[in-house]
């Protein structure tokens, strides 16, 4: 395919692709260098950048001590144009543990091979960030005049829950641009007009721990778990999966609700007891259609009817919420970038849900229009050997570019 823009774009998206791998931005390493990073090859084309770093008390009170709060988190704004409308970009640098098991390279020394790029976050998202930062600085270099601000929100924290990044971006600094791209790998066929919802819950039920000789004296916390699971997974399981999402998703299993209940699991652990307490988690998808707060009381109370019945003592602790986001496909954000993707790429994307959760529902929870497309096949994400296609790479940065250009006309 005939690239559209000068050679030195693609070559610098792929320069701050292999260079922002190297920085190990798991779970708040890293972070500042790499935001220093983006900021100085930003200024190099004369594109105007803010820090802002998320205050420390902040962070302690919205992250568990396994997500290091105690090391601190930064967002960086780049912004170019002027006027009243914002056209902003959204990419997440931190990345998730490399795990073990990689053959090609080493997890953060990116090697690339056969057109492709691999290590850590290349595609997840990484990528992403380096098209969004390749785009904006041709653009900068232009010098032509923009009746629009277009800007880069560069956020960590996103496979943590995204409250310490976009959340606080949104929620904190208040931000509210009118329509938000974000870079996650949908693949340059699909666009992820929205994601479903999700609730976490650990359900707590509670006995009297004894000596397992002597049972008599005990309540045995297990026995009450598994007659409220069991009613859990055969009564209610089915009437919250016979649900049907009537927009398209991106595996047609996921249009239904789901529930899985046992991912995490806690006892004692002594086989000698009666044990006293138990626990187990639910994980609860919610499909567009669903209200997040309604679906947390129905799934609460059917918990306490099913306790009350086996007169079992129960504590519900949420884990984590995540709001359903969805954007009409026949918005003008989702119609002017899939026009863009035609006249640029020659075919329209796929519009659909995403099954997993993003960081679309903080601008949508306080109405702004937010969807996601980049560069990367999605089963790339989280996954041993992790790599980017470069041609896909290239032709984001051209979609990008010429949604910067024609935005909101």
Not at 54 to 59: E, H, S, T
Not at 153 to 159: F, G, L
Not at 244 to 264: F, I, N, P, Q, R
Request: include cysteine.
């Amino acid at each position: 395919m005939i690239n559209l823009l000068p050679t030195w774009v693609y070559s610098l998206a792929e320069e701050v692709l292999e260079k922002s791998i190297e920085y190990p931005t798991v779970l708040g390493e890293a972070y500042r260098d790499l935001v220093e990073y983006y900021a100085q090859v930003l200024s190099n084309y004369g594109v105007h950048t803010t820090i802002h770093r998320v205050p420390d008390d902040y962070l302690k009170k919205r992250l568990d001590k396994s997500m290091n709060p105690d090391k601190p988190r930064y967002i960086l704004l780049a912004r170019i144009g002027s006027g009243d409308r914002v056209l902003q970009y959204n990419g997440h640098y931190d990345v998730v543990a490399p795990g073990k098991g990689w053959t090609v390279t080493d997890p953060f020394k990116p090697k690339k091979v056969d057109n492709r790029l691999y290590g850590r976050g290349s595609t997840d998202m990484k990528g992403g960030l380096a098209a969004f930062t390749a785009a904006i600085a041709y653009l900068a270099s232009t010098k032509e005049p923009l009746d629009h601000v277009v800007e880069v929100a560069y956020v960590p924290d996103e496979e943590i829950g995204g409250l310490t990044g976009t959340g606080y971006l949104v929620n904190e600094l208040g931000s509210r641009p009118d329509w938000v791209v974000i870079g996650e790998p949908s693949g340059l066929g699909t666009m992820w007009i929205g994601h479903k919802g999700g609730i976490w819950l650990e359900v707590f039920v509670k006995g009297k721990q004894a000596h397992g000789s002597t049972p008599w004296h005990g309540e045995n916390a297990f026995e009450k778990m598994v007659y409220i699971a069991k009613y859990l997974i055969e009564e209610v399981k089915p009437i919250i999966e016979s649900r049907t999402s009537s927009y398209e998703y991106d595996e047609e299993e996921s249009k239904k609700a789901t529930m899985v209940l046992g991912g995490k699991l806690t006892a004692p652990g002594s086989v000698n007891i009666v044990p006293g307490e138990v626990s187990f988690s639910i994980d609860r998808r919610l499909i567009i259609e669903e209200d997040l707060e309604k679906a947390e009381e129905e799934l609460k109370k059917y918990i306490l009817e099913v306790a009350s019945k086996y007169n079992a003592k129960v504590e519900i602790k949420v884990l984590s919420k995540l709001s359903p986001s969805f954007v009409e496909p026949d918005s003008d954000l989702v119609s002017t970038l899939s026009n863009i993707v035609y006249e640029v790429l020659g075919f329209r994307p796929r519009k659909v849900v995403c099954t997993g959760g993003l960081d679309l529902h903080f601008y949508t929870d306080v109405g702004v229009k937010a969807i996601s497309y980049g560069p990367g096949d999605p089963d790339q994400a989280h996954v041993v050997n992790e790599y980017i296609d470069l041609n896909d790479l290239y032709r984001s940065i051209d979609v990008y570019v010429e949604l910067s250009k024609k935005a909101f006309k």
